[in-house]
């Protein structure tokens, strides 16, 4: 191709399936299986013409306050996108330029690598345990910034707050990235930190807890001199990121606590009694504190499984990667759901 020297060469990321099919259950994207509050459902409403019509603030500030008030923060520290990916992406852009090593576990979310290519950021995926533990330690050796989800993902598993502030601690020149999409199933926030350090960015998503994947809300909470610069660059970019139905949606979402702490417990207790059951189906898994299950058994091949699961309908993800090809992540759907995943896997092994 006469422009093959000009093009920037990437490995995309590779999304869960979202199938046409609604008659499946699905336990592939760690979505919420519940529906968002009925607040989400009436700010509908409120949507007219100009929300069509015009351009959306493109300072997201309605948003901005309702974050501001929720979280008790000011609102100079915050940062609103197009989900969590597109903050993430931001920070990335933003942050990540010495040209030093960005450091994220090898077993992590698979985006980090694809934007640190995308970005042409030099990076160094650091080994977990054999357990899939990080370890502190790890992420006190020289580096560019870093990036970890906590509960981490796909394993589940959490860092204590303790852990997390001897890495910010350890690192005052480096931007410390706490992934927290999945925080609200479980671990301890980091979010009291940012208020004592300035080298900490908090991101949140709207995706998981809050069952608004479609609507593609996340934000971040730092420092107010570090949510300056991600906002110089992101109006270097796109302006109108948030459309007003986004806006909207979410302010209504965030103003309906008591449903969203009655669908956050719910999960919580089915991933409970879906770890027993897989448990006595004699899978093992790591202790996950989130909204999926990464779990592997010793005598069934997890890809073998993983197809006919999705030959009856039922969709959960499988990794193709060398230290994580014989486990499934199984997000946790309704109890119904569970039971229904549950009762195929008797068969299944029997
Ligand atoms: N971080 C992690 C660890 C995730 O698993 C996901 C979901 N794929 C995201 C961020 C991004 O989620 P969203 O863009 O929907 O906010």
């Known amino acids: 191709m006469i422009l093959q020297d000009n093009l920037r060469p990437v490995v995309p990321y590779v999304p869960g399936e979202q199938p046409r099919d609604n008659n499946v259950i699905k336990l592939n994207t760690n979505e919420n299986p519940y529906p968002p509050s009925k607040k989400v459902l009436d700010a509908l409403g409120s949507i007219g013409n100009d929300s069509f019509r015009k351009y959306p603030d493109p300072e997201v500030g ?4 309702a974050l501001a008030d929720y979280h008790r923060v000011d609102r100079k520290k915050v940062f609103v996108g197009v989900g969590s990916d597109d903050v993430l992406a931001m920070c990335f852009l933003t942050f990540f330029n010495s040209g030093r090593e960005v450091l994220f576990p090898d077993i992590s979310y698979a985006f980090y690598k694809v934007w640190a290519d ?41 860092l204590s707050l303790d852990e997390i502030e ?8 480096n931007l410390v990235i706490v992934d927290e999409a999945y925080i609200d199933f479980g671990g301890e926030t980091a979010l009291p930190l940012v208020d004592r350090y300035d ?78 059951e897989l448990k006595a189906l004699g899978f093992t898994y790591p202790d996950s504190s ?61």
């Open 62 to 65: 309605s948003l901005i306050d």
């Open 166 to 173: 001897s890495i910010v601690k350890a690192n005052a020149d």
């Open 118 to 158: 995308l970005f042409k950021i030099n990076y160094r995926e650091v080994p977990v345990s054999e357990n899939f533990e990080i370890d502190p330690k790890d992420y006190m050796a020289e580096n560019g910034g870093m990036v970890f989800p906590n509960p981490n993902a796909p394993t589940g598993l959490a």
């Open 199 to 276: 080298n900490l960015i908090v991101t949140r998503t709207f995706s998981k807890s809050r069952s608004m994947a479609g609507m593609r809300i996340g934000y971040c909470i730092g420092n107010e001199k570090l949510i300056s610069v991600l906002n110089s660059v992101k109006f270097s970019y796109n302006s109108y990121t948030m459309s007003d139905l986004a806006i909207k949606t979410g302010i209504a979402s965030i103003e309906d606590d008591d449903y969203f702490s009655r669908i956050v417990k719910k999960i919580v207790e089915t991933r409970e009694s879906t770890k027993k």
């Open 290 to 350: 989130s909204n999926f299950i990464f779990a592997k058994h010793s005598e069934l091949d997890a890809e073998e499984l993983f197809n006919s699961l999705k030959e009856n309908k039922i969709f959960v993800r499988h990794f193709n990667a060398p230290r994580i090809k014989d486990y499934l992540r199984i997000t946790i759907g309704t109890e119904r759901e569970m039971e229904r995943l549950i009762s195929f896997l008797r068969e299944y092994i029997r």
